[in-house]
């Protein structure tokens, strides 16, 4: 038979014999990967060598190995579906909260695994330094799947898992990152200064996350012009993943690997919402497949190696391997015990538990990319034959000792540290919850019953709830609480159903999501304080609005900072709506699931939150009102074309219609549906000549005085509670206000200046500090005068003079 048909013929009979391991495992209680490498070994075993061939190795197994998978073949097969998928699953806005914390612990856990590895090896060993540290990098990728397995078991917050999952993805990718450069060094043979390695592994990084947001990018515009094909829209997915891969590694020189884990992170933030419905559920089918295949085969052909690499171990190897295994030990304990307590003291991470930290130590599990890594090393000819042997033997030899030590003894470590159960307070919730549906499921079995004529016949105790288990006693706090968590989940819920029916943006659906995962966060942690706080987090600006702020005020840059407010006022109408809805919700499900105490705390949490919102509506409303209308009429605009649809679909499932008078009626709805997408302008009222129109001590001034004002002037936008003056500080310059109002705080209490007022006159006008606090009560839009200008306004402008100055002398009075 030729090599080709036995080489399928292998790989079909291993994917046979992997599915069968997964139930195994199961039944077992033992981790996956190590079944895996078991079975492997065991036919490593069976293949033999040489003479030594059995007919099953001969047929079965030998031609797996003489089909030769090159060294980049596990590179470029391989690698490119374990980090998509494993990119696929982050939640990215979430993440981009904590990135600076990630990726500090991404490359900080790498260079310090990788220094401490390398430097304990080599002189354990007394290997050369460079081959040491290159191994150090192999092992210094973590394995994703392993550690979030283990937080999603023990029902993490999901920020631990979210920190987590970055993590380990920016650490293999930095690790990859890495290793590539230094394999590149020890090939060429040439050392490289520290500033120029550092360059290159910073071009690496930045061009790897340029390319891979571009490329995903493009992929998202192509799907979004594939109009609706599930199978083609995977298809792009798929083959992005790997083109991207293949641009940066082997063409652009920059990382394929960052390039994939941010085009996959893209993907599931951006690109996600751009798919046709339902396809979602497919993609991620097809890529957890995908990574399923390129594990269970890297585990099985690295493990066939086992029996080659045994008969090569010698006695000093078993010293390497376990000088390894403690020296990553060490170095991740050091970044958990030393670097972590910083970060969290700056501010920069959330304090973890000792529970935690343990089980993410002993859990740093080595997984398939450690071994595609290594044996792409073990096929690369320009090594010397001896430096290849010894990074297979040390990195297999560590992969199976955390394999073979770690994993199975991470579940009782677990269970010693009772992070393996739910927590008492998630105990009673399921308790609560099975009392109450087993309560339903009786109350309908037994209408049924009675439908059926059957009632006699019913045993006496079916889905009745064992005695105890229905009072699972619960405390208020956790109750509520639980309440909480509840209500986090519909939000998430709402915001898919909301986009779905096409009533808001994705943006806008996204940042609903996020939101609500983070209150949940909140709530777990802390109940209704947590929550509360969360919420009032998430009215904070976003960064982008920050910056749009900044542009404006610098450079008086209006088109993106009204872009800002325009999605502000969307988000703040839309968490209104779901708001009202969570509300109705509390009263419809989840009072009778926490009890009418809980639901009334509950309910007020939910409160504040609608308070704060239409608090910072109303601010919005009072400024902009054309806007505000305009944006209330599309959405109810929006709404009602929903509905339409809704109603058409239902006609055509009771067929009343045709699906051609459906399509038709549709195609109209979709007609009138278009205009809907773009969003009505958003005027600032921050052009010069409308605002210097209202404030009226300029009316009697002339064109040409006018002018030169003009010149003056720059117009600034101050947000609701923003300060804008502060007592004592110096004053260069005064402000006149075209819309909105400002309070001055003169104690004991304020004044209120409105559109056509001005302010900070009495600092220049005097030489003295600032008298008094002036804070933004809404949006307002003020006229800035500097000093210098002030000084010839007035010269050359009695009138406008005398009026400031009596106004000054005035106010002066007052404050003293
Ligand atoms: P200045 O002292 O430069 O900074 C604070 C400003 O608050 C002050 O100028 C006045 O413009 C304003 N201010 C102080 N007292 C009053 C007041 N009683 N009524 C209105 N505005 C005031």
Not at 744 to 757: C, E, Q
Request: aromatic share 8%.
């Amino acid at each position: 038979m030729s090599p080709v048909v036995l080489a399928v013929f292998g790989f079909a009979t291993l994917l046979v014999l992997v599915s069968v391991l997964v139930p195994v495992a199961k039944r077992l209680d033992v981790p996956f990967t190590v079944l895996l490498v078991l079975v492997g070994a065991t036919l490593g075993f069976i293949a033999g060598e040489g003479d030594a061939q059995s007919a099953m190795g001969r047929y079965l197994v030998s031609p797996l190995g003489e089909l030769g998978i090159p060294a980049e073949g596990f590179l470029y097969i391989f690698l490119p579906p374990l980090l998509f998928a494993g990119g696929l699953t982050v939640d990215v806005r979430r993440l981009v909260d904590d990135i600076a914390l990630v990726m500090l612990l991404a490359i900080g856990a790498v260079l310090v695994c990788t220094a401490t590895v390398g430097v304990v090896l080599s002189v354990v060993t007394g290997t050369d330094l460079l081959i040491c540290l290159l191994l150090g990098a192999i092992v210094a990728t973590t394995d994703t799947a392993a550690v979030l397995g283990i937080f999603r078991d023990i029902g993490a917050p999901s920020r631990l898992s979210v920190i987590v999952e970055g993590e380990s993805l920016f650490n293999d990718a930095a690790a990859i990152a890495l290793f590539v450069v230094l394999l590149g060094v020890l090939t060429r043979k040439e050392m490289p200064g520290v500033l120029s390695s550092v360059g290159a592994f910073t071009k690496e990084f930045v061009g790897g996350m340029v390319l891979g947001y571009a490329m995903a990018k493009i992929a998202g515009w192509l799907i979004s012009h594939l109009r609706g094909v599930a199978v083609t829209e995977i298809t792009i997915s798929v083959a992005f993943a790997y083109l991207i891969f293949v641009l940066g590694q082997a063409y652009l020189g920059v990382s394929g690997i960052i390039a994939v884990v941010t085009a996959a992170m893209v993907f599931a933030s951006d690109v996600r919402t751009r798919l046709s419905p339902g396809t979602w559920g497919p993609l991620l089918t097809t890529w957890k497949q995908l990574e399923f295949w390129a594990t269970s085969l890297i585990f099985v052909l690295a493990a066939m190696l086992t029996p080659r690499m045994l008969g090569q171990l010698q006695w000093s190897d078993i010293a390497g391997i376990a000088a390894i295994f403690l020296s990553a030990l060490a170095a991740r304990a050091a970044l958990l015990w030393g670097m972590l307590p910083v970060l969290s003291r700056f501010g920069l991470a959330q304090p973890m538990s000792g529970a935690y930290k343990l089980v993410l130590l002993w859990g740093s599990l080595r997984g398939a990319i450690t071994v595609a890594l290594a044996l792409s090393v073990s096929e690369t000819e320009s090594i010397s034959a001896d430096a290849r042997r010894f990074i297979f033997v040390m990195a297999m030899g560590y992969v199976l000792a955390t394999l073979f030590i770690a994993a199975p003894t991470l579940h009782p470590l677990m269970k010693l540290l009772k992070l393996d159960k739910l927590t008492p307070e998630e105990r009673r919730v399921r308790d609560r919850v099975m009392a109450l549906s087993r309560g339903r499921v009786r109350e309908n079995l037994a209408q049924a019953a009675r439908a059926l004529g059957i009632a006699e016949a019913l045993p006496p105790n079916s889905g009745r709830v064992e005695g105890g288990r229905q009072d699972a006693w619960m405390s208020r706090d956790d109750l509520v609480r639980a309440g909480l968590i509840v209500l986090g989940n519909r939000e998430t819920e709402l915001s898919l159903e909301y986009l779905q029916r096409g009533l808001v943006g994705r943006h806008v659906a996204e940042r609903v999501r996020a939101d609500s995962a983070r209150v949940q966060d909140g709530a777990r942690q802390d109940g209704t304080v947590g929550y509360l706080a969360a919420a009032l987090r998430n009215q904070d600006s976003t960064w982008r609005f920050r910056l749009a702020h900044w542009l404006q005020r610098r450079y008086g840059w209006t088109g993106l900072l009204a872009e800002e407010i325009a999605n502000r006022f969307e988000f703040l109408l839309v968490e209104q709506m779901v708001l009202r809805e969570l509300m109705r919700f509390v009263d419809a499900n989840v009072a009778e699931l926490i009890g009418p105490d809980a639901a009334l705390i509950v309910k007020a949490a939910l409160d504040g939150r609608m308070q704060s919102t239409n608090n910072a509506i109303e601010a919005l409303d009072l400024q902009y009102t054309d806007f505000t209308r305009a944006m209330r009429g599309r959405y109810l605009d929006r709404l009602s074309l929903g509905l339409e649809e809704a109603e058409y679909r239902g006609q055509l499932d009771q067929s009343l219609i045709s699906s051609e008078v459906f399509e038709d009626l549709d195609e109209d709805r979709r007609k009138r549906q278009a205009p809907l997408h773009t969003r009505p302008e958003l005027d600032l009222g921050l052009k010069l000549t409308e605002m210097l129109s209202k404030v009226s001590l300029f009316a009697g001034l002339k064109g040409a005085d006018i002018a030169k004002l003009g010149q003056m002037l720059t117009p600034k936008l101050f947000l609701p509670d923003e300060r804008v003056l502060r007592t004592g500080d110096p004053g260069d310059r005064m402000y006149f206000i075209a819309s909105g109002v400002v309070d001055v705080h003169i104690a004991p209490n304020s004044v209120r200046l409105g559109s056509g007022d001005f302010f900070g006159e009495i600092a220049l006008l005097t030489d003295k500090p600032r008298n008094a606090d002036v804070v933004s009560a809404g949006y307002t839009n003020l006229l800035v005068l500097r000093r210098r200008d002030f000084e010839t306004l007035l010269r050359s402008n009695p009138g406008l003079r005398d009026a400031i100055e009596k106004a000054a002398r005035q106010r002066s009075q007052q404050a003293t």
